[in-house]
């Protein structure tokens, strides 16, 4: 029989949300019969924690959700020392997976309060979390992440393939892409033609909805979620949950200079706002009509 590999899930500062995220994929078959989860906090008990506490076997994975505080009693866990708890566990695992935003950068719980708050090895985008030193840590950002996401980079890793790495530590296999690829939405945003209002089929979230699509790391329109839907399918803008950032202000407005909204990553403003120029000035009659006419 192959052997399976070993998870420890311990959390932080959390809402529970990339728990919830990823328990809808770990029911799987395929996950059950490659990976053996030797404590969740959803699912297990002190009992369970503290015999593996106390046992000085090592073991596959990691599992870190949920900000860092420099305020231990935020932290507290079956009433023991949280960041002994970390080392322990961290010393005797082969690799130290920080699921989600609040791990990989502080996300929300970091907006409390910058200097104590923040991810594992980053605070925002800076390194200076409280593991700066540690080897063989992965970011999974994403608030929360998608459940694939996770169980791709675990797979791989428990089948012995290397993970290459973004400047954030997240495997480039996923982060390199934009949450804009994929997005049905994109003709729209080529031509400049906006969405009227939030839950349209019709028109690009980018200029008035606060879309973060061209700027957010991830794959969200090209794998999707439960393989149905994403927030720009859904006719709701990226919010660039998977950016050091995270949450932003006015997570719904487009952030505008001299009416402008920012440009997509990677491209110049003055050659961006040219070619917008020269596309807004087209008027194009399809995509100014309704997709399905409920009338006709
Ligand atoms: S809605 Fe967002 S992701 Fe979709 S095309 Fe517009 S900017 Fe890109």
Not at 1 to 26: D, E, V
Not at 182 to 193: D, I, M, S, T
Not at 245 to 274: C, H, V, W
């Amino acid at each position: 029989m192959p052997r399976k590999s070993s998870i420890i899930w311990l959390q932080g500062l959390t809402c529970n949300g990339n728990s919830h995220s990823f328990l809808n994929y770990a029911q799987m078959p395929s996950f059950a019969a490659s990976f053996d989860m030797l404590y969740h906090p959803l699912w297990c008990g002190a009992e369970d924690f503290m015999g593996l506490l106390h046992s000085d076997a090592p073991f596959d994975f990691l599992i870190l959700e949920g900000a860092l505080s420099h305020d231990e009693r935020l932290l507290q866990r079956f009433n023991l020392p949280f960041y002994e708890i970390l080392d322990n566990l961290a010393s005797r695992s082969k690799y130290i997976i920080c699921a989600g935003s609040c791990a990989s950068f502080g996300g929300i719980f970091r907006l409390r309060d910058p200097q104590k708050i923040t991810g594992a090895l980053f605070s925002g985008k800076e390194k200076g979390g409280y593991w700066l030193e540690k080897k063989n840590v992965i970011n999974i950002s994403g608030c929360p992440l998608h459940p694939r996401w996770l169980a791709e980079t675990l797979f791989a890793l428990h089948h012995g393939d290397n993970v290459a790495l973004d400047e954030f530590l997240r495997p480039k296999e996923i982060f390199s892409y934009f949450a804009h690829h994929g997005c049905l939405r994109n003709e729209y945003f080529e031509w400049k033609v906006d969405s009227k209002q939030l839950g349209q089929r019709e028109g690009c979230l980018y200029y008035e909805h606060g879309c973060q699509g061209p700027m957010s790391h991830a794959n969200c329109n090209k794998i999707l979620w439960n393989d149905v839907s994403s927030k720009t399918r859904a006719g709701s803008p990226c919010l660039g949950c998977t950016e050091f950032d995270f949450p932003r202000p006015a997570l719904y407005e487009t952030q505008k200079n001299m009416s402008l909204p920012q440009t997509p990553f990677g491209i110049s403003k003055r050659a961006y706002y040219t070619l917008a120029g020269v596309a807004k000035s087209f008027k194009i009659e399809r995509l100014e009509k309704k997709l399905i006419d409920e009338d006709n």
